[in-house]
C-alpha cells in the first residue's frame, strides 16, 4: 500500500506528491522545519496526512531541541505551515497533551524522546485503523449486509462506482476514507470498475485517485467531471462515494466542487450517494450547511493547470474550492463507527451522544 | 465583431483558432488547398464556420483551375479535410448547385468565377443573417416578450446567464448561436454577467467563449464544469443556453458533453434551459435521442491537456465527445424560425411542415 509520510528511525520519510503521479520521488525530514517545508510545499496534502506529518514533526523538533526555547519555536514554526489546516493542529495538540504528560510524570528528556516517538507512531496507526474501519461499514452500507452476515451471494455483486477528487492513501496516513471504501470493495471482489472524476481545477482525481488505483490494480477509468452524467445515463452504476471536509449536525457536507453536482445527479439517475469520513469531521457547533464558510481560491487555478494556461490571461474566473450538499441528497454517511442516514426521521441530527 | 473566416479579393483570411487567445494571428488561403489545410488542422473549427470554409475553397478551386479534371481533385480534397463534418459536405454541395446552374445556362467561365464567389458570400451572410434571428427569438423566449412588444420594463431585466462550449463568432459565420443569443441580450443591455464552464476536455469554453465575451466587453466569469451546481445554489441564475449538435424529431438534443449534467442541474434549481440551433440541426430521420451515436475520441485528450499531461501514463480513460439530453428536460429549442417546446403537448414531435 501507498504510505505518504513514513517515520524511519530517526526522520520523516514522504512520497512526493507534487511530482507524482510520474515521478516517484523520497522527500527526506531530518527536522521539524523540514517536514514543515513538506506540509508548506504540499509534497504531503490531505488533512490526515498533514496531521500525522506534524505529530512526527513535533518528535523531530523535541530530538532535536529537546526542552527549550528553541524547541517552543520550531514547534510554532511547523504550526502555522499551512494556515487552515484544522489537522495540524489537531497533530500538533496531540503530542502537546503527551509531552505535558511525561513531563508532569517527571520523565527523563531522552526517555521522552522515545516516548513521543512512539505516540506519533500510534496517532499514524490510529488513522489507518479508523479508515479500515470506514472501509468494513462502508462495504456493509453498499452492499447490504451486516458485519456478522457476510453472505457470499452478496460478497458476489460486482459494482460500479464513482468518486471524486483523491481521498486516498495519499491523503490519510495511508489507506483512505472513500477511496479505503473502494479498497475493501476490491479486496472482497466486489469491484467491477471505478469510475475517477478529473476534479477540476487542480486535478486530484486525474493525478492522485488514478495513480493510487493504477497501483492496487484496481479497474478503474478516468472521466472529466463533466461526463458523470452520460456516465450514468449509459451505464449501471451502484454507489458514488466522496469524502468530506466538514459535516454539520443534520448531516450537510462540505466536499471538494462538483461534489454537489454529483449528488444531484445521482438523484435524478437513482444511484445511492455515500460520504465517507470519520466522526471527527462532523462539527457539532454548526446547526447546518449555511453556516460552513467556502474558501475561494486563486483564480489562476481556474485558467490553467500550473504553467499551462489556456484561457485569456485577463480573463474573470471564479473558483470555490468546495460546495455543500444538502443532507437529503446523501444516502449515507460512512463513519468508523457507525453509518450514518441523515434522511432517516428516528436519527435526523448528529449529537454528541451518539459518538459514544 | 470577430470573425473566423473572411473573403478579401482573391484569398480566404482565418483567424487561427489553434493559436487562440493569447495570440491573434491570420492564416491567408490563397488554394483551395491552403483551406482544407486549414480545416483539417482546426485553424477554423465549428459545424457552420467550417461549411462557410468549404464553400469559399470551392470558389477558390474554380479560380485556380477552372474546368477541369484538377478542379474536381481540388473539391474532392477539400470535401475529406475533415471526415465527420457535415456542414463541409453542405457547403461544398450548395456551391456545386449553383455551378452547374451556371454552367447548364452557358455563362463563360470567367463570369462563373465572380458568381460563385457572390455566392459563398451570400452563404456565409445567410448563416450569419440566421444566427441573428435565433438571438431575437432567444431574447423574446427568455425575456418573455413578442417580437411586436418590447416592453421597456422586459428589456430593463438583468440576466445571469450559463453557457458551454463555445458556440459563438468563431464556430459560426461571425454571430452565434447560444452565444449568438447572449449577444442580442448584451446588445439590449439586458445582460448582468454571463457565466462560461470551460468545458472539459477540449477547453472551448475557457478559451474560445472567453475569448468572445472579453472582445465584446461582456461581463462574464469563467468556470470548471464542476462548478455549475454550486453556482446555481449561490446565485439566482435566470437561465442555461447551449448550442446542439444534432436534434431528434422528438426534441431529444445530442450537444458537446457535459450538457446533459447543465439541464439535470437546470430541473433541479428550476432554471429555464434553452437550446439554440439553426432548423437544419433538427434530423427528421431521428424519431429520438436514442438512435444519436456518440462519438468517442482519444483517451489522451482526458489524460492532460494537449503536451500537458497530468494522469499517469498508463492510465485508462473514457472520452465521450458528446451526450443527449433528453426532450423534457429541455425549455425550448430556439431556431432561426421560432421556438419549439417539445414539452408542448400541442407540438411535441417536429415534422418538415413545421419548418415550412
Redesign the interface.
Same mark, same amino acid.
Request: hydrophobic share 50%.
Given at each position: 500500500m501507498i504510505q505518504p509520510v513514513t517515520w524511519i528511525e530517526d526522520r520523516v520519510e514522504f512520497l512526493d506528491q507534487t511530482k507524482l503521479? @510520474?515521478e516517484e520521488s523520497t522527500f527526506v525530514a531530518h527536522t521539524s522545519d523540514e517536514v514543515a517545508e513538506a506540509i508548506s510545499s504540499m509534497i504531503v496534502r490531505g488533512a490526515p496526512a498533514i496531521g500525522i506529518s506534524a505529530a512526527y514533526g513535533f518528535a523531530l523538533a523535541w530530538l532535536e531541541h529537546g526542552d527549550s526555547a528553541a524547541f517552543e519555536d520550531a514547534v510554532n514554526r511547523l504550526a502555522v505551515a499551512r494556515p487552515t489546516a484544522v489537522n495540524l493542529m489537531h497533530g500538533i495538540k496531540f503530542m502537546q497533551q503527551h509531552l505535558q504528560k511525561f513531563t508532569r510524570m517527571g520523565t527523563p528528556n531522552e526517555k521522552i524522546s522515545e516516548l513521543l516517538i512512539g505516540e506519533a507512531l500510534g496517532y499514524h496507526e490510529a488513522d489507518i485503523a479508523m479508515n479500515q474501519e470506514i472501509g468494513a461499514r462502508g462495504l456493509e452500507a453498499i452492499l447490504g449486509i451486516g458485519p456478522e452476515d457476510p453472505r457470499p451471494e452478496a460478497l458476489g455483486q460486482k459494482l460500479k462506482v464513482i468518486t471524486h477528487c483523491n481521498t486516498g492513501s495519499l491523503a490519510t496516513g495511508g489507506y483512505g476514507t472513500a477511496l479505503g471504501i473502494i479498497r475493501t470493495l476490491h479486496k472482497k471482489k466486489c469491484i467491477e470498475e471505478v469510475?475517477a472524476? %478529473?476534479?477540476?481545477?487542480f486535478?486530484q482525481g486525474?493525478?492522485l485517485t488514478?495513480?493510487e488505483l493504477?497501483k492496487d490494480n484496481i479497474p478503474?477509468?478516468? =472521466?472529466? &467531471? @463533466?461526463?458523470?452524467? !452520460?456516465?450514468m445515463?449509459t451505464e449501471k452504476i451502484d454507489a458514488i462515494v466522496v469524502g468530506a471536509d466538514r459535516i454539520a449536525r443534520n448531516g450537510d457536507t462540505a466536499n471538494k +466542487?462538483?461534489t454537489?453536482?454529483l449528488a444531484? =445527479?445521482a438523484?435524478?439517475f437513482k444511484v445511492p450517494f455515500y460520504v465517507a469520513a470519520p466522526t471527527t469531521t462532523i462539527d457539532l457547533e454548526l446547526a447546518d450547511g449555511s453556516q460552513i464558510p /467556502?474558501e475561494e481560491r486563486d483564480k489562476e487555478e481556474? =485558467?490553467g493547470?500550473?504553467n499551462? /494556461? !489556456?484561457?485569456? %490571461? &485577463?480573463? /474573470?474566473? !471564479? @473558483?470555490?474550492a468546495f &460546495? +455543500?450538499t444538502p443532507a437529503d441528497l446523501i444516502t449515507g454517511i460512512v463513519t468508523e463507527k457507525f453509518v450514518w442516514q441523515p434522511n432517516d426521521p428516528d436519527f435526523p441530527e448528529f449529537t454528541s451522544e451518539a459518538i459514544l
Open positions: 503521479p @510520474n469510475f472524476c %478529473e476534479t477540476r481545477p486535478l486525474a493525478r488514478a495513480y493504477s478503474y477509468k478516468l =472521466l472529466t &467531471d @463533466n461526463m458523470a452524467a !452520460w456516465l445515463q +466542487i462538483g454537489l453536482a444531484i =445527479l438523484k435524478q /467556502v481556474v =485558467l493547470y500550473r499551462t /494556461v !489556456w484561457a485569456p %490571461e &485577463d480573463a /474573470v474566473a !471564479w @473558483n470555490p &460546495d +455543500i
